[in-house]
Structures are given as C-alpha cells and as structure tokens.
T-cell receptor
Framework: AQKVTQAQTEISVVEKEDVTLDCVYETRDTTYYLFWYKQPPSGELVFLIRRNSFDEQNEISGRYSWNFQKSTSSFNFTITASQVVDSAVYFCALSEAGEAAGNKLTFGGGTRVLVKP | DTAVSQTPKYLVTQMGNDKSIKCEQNLGHDTMYWYKQDSKKFLKIMFSYNNKELIINETVPNRFSPKSPDKAHLNLHINSLELGDSAVYFC??????????????FGPGTRLTVL
C-alpha cells in the first residue's frame, strides 16, 4: 500500500527566510507520480507540481524548488525568500500509475507554513 | 471560467437527513473524484469515476452513493447523515490518458456540518 509522510506538522518563519518541507513516500510500484498542492486559508487546493518516478531532475519555478531523491524516497519542497502570501497548508501526494490504480492521490498529512511579517 | 464547480459551498443539516452535493467540470476530463478532508486537514479519496464508470470505492459506507449522469458531472448523495460525516468534501477531475495520473483540478470544496 502506498503511504506519504510529512513529518513537520507546522513551520513558522519570518518573511524572507527559506523554508523546506519534507515529504517521504512508500510504494511498491516502480512507476508512480508525486505531487505538491497548496491549500491557502481560503480553502481551495492549488496544484504546484507533478513529477514522475523516472524524472529525478530537480525543478525550480520562481521561488519554489523541488528536490526528488529516489534513493531516500523523498520529494522535498523549498520556498526561497518566503512571503506572507506563502502562508498555507502544503500537501505532498503520491499516485501509482496504471488504470487499475484509478489515479487516486494518497496525501500526506500536510505541513502548515506560517510566514510572519 | 470555473473549471471544477461544486454546490453548495456550505451545507448545515441535522443528523439522519439525506443530502446531495453536486459537482461539474468544464475541462472535458475523463476522470472525476470525491475526496473528504476531515477536521485535522487529512485528505482521503472516496471515489473515482472514469467516463461514468466507478473505478475506486475506497471502503466508504453504503450511505454514500456517487452518481455520474455524464462525464462532466459527479454528484455525491449521502443518506442518514451522521455527526462523523462533518467535513469538507472536494470534487476533482483529471484527464488521465492511459493511467498516466495527470494533475487533478479541485473544486472549491463543500463544508458539510451535521448537527
């Protein structure tokens, strides 16, 4: 069975600090997909990134960057120079490939990030 | 234009009642889902449908019955509501060609409160 663990339940930083969110996953599949979603205080779920298990290149998008390491089953997320608008709950999720898996997302418990001015 | 919409946004009802939540997507996606988010923010899949066919039923009580009249709609009907059903329910959709697990687009959520 697949599992996603986000060990940090809450992180508090001061604006402009960097913050790294940890995500560790478990799956028996060799082909799978990893995601990060953001849930701001308004409640909607906002897609941030999708990465397949064969692509271990790190990715940078503006102030966001992701570090995928298959050897440690981790897909960590860093916000550089945090801003108050980054305050949200961030979810890491895993989906196994193949039609039988039904494309369901298994979510981690989420990490609440609070950025103080 | 709203991609995935849900109605109502808030639903307050008494224990024992039956209620429905509607979901519509205008993205032309083949797959739709229902997720439940509890008070501790934990998100869990309930159902997924592909082209109106049930693909996943994640051991959800029989009181929950999804209905997909067409590819663009996936409604959730709940019978005999219980206190523990209080949660935020999210509808989502994705394209998912050949099981490639595409990005899922989420609706705004429906906050259900059972009194």
């Amino acid at each position: 069975a697949q599992k996603v663990t986000q060990a940090q339940t809450e992180i508090s930083v001061v604006e402009k600090e960097d913050v790294t969110l940890d995500c560790v996953y478990e799956t028996r599949d060799t082909t799978y997909y990893l995601f990060w979603y953001k849930q701001p205080p308004s409640g909607e779920l906002v897609f941030l990134i999708r990465r397949n298990s064969f692509d271990e290149q790190n990715e940078i998008s503006g102030r966001y960057s992701w570090n995928f390491q298959k050897s440690t089953s981790s897909f960590n997320f860093t916000i550089t120079a945090s801003q108050v608008v980054d305050s949200a709950v961030y979810f890491c999720a895993l989906s196994e490939a193949g039609e039988a898996a039904g494309n369901k997302l298994t979510f981690g418990g989420g990490t609440r990030v609070l950025v103080k001015p | 234009d709203t991609a995935v919409s849900q109605t109502p946004k808030y639903l307050v009802t008494q224990m024992g009642n039956d209620k429905s939540i509607k979901c519509e997507q205008n993205l032309g996606h083949d797959t739709m889902y229902w997720y439940k988010q509890d008070s501790k923010k934990f998100l869990k899949i309930m159902f997924s449908y592909n082209n109106k066919e049930l693909i996943i039923n994640e051991t959800v009580p029989n009181r929950f019955s999804p209905k997909s009249p067409d590819k663009a709609h996936l409604n959730l009907h709940i019978n005999s509501l219980e206190l523990g059903d209080s949660a935020v329910y999210f509808c989502a959709s994705s394209q998912d060609s050949a099981g490639l697990s595409d990005e899922q687009f989420f609706g705004p959520g429906t906050r259900l409160t059972v009194l």
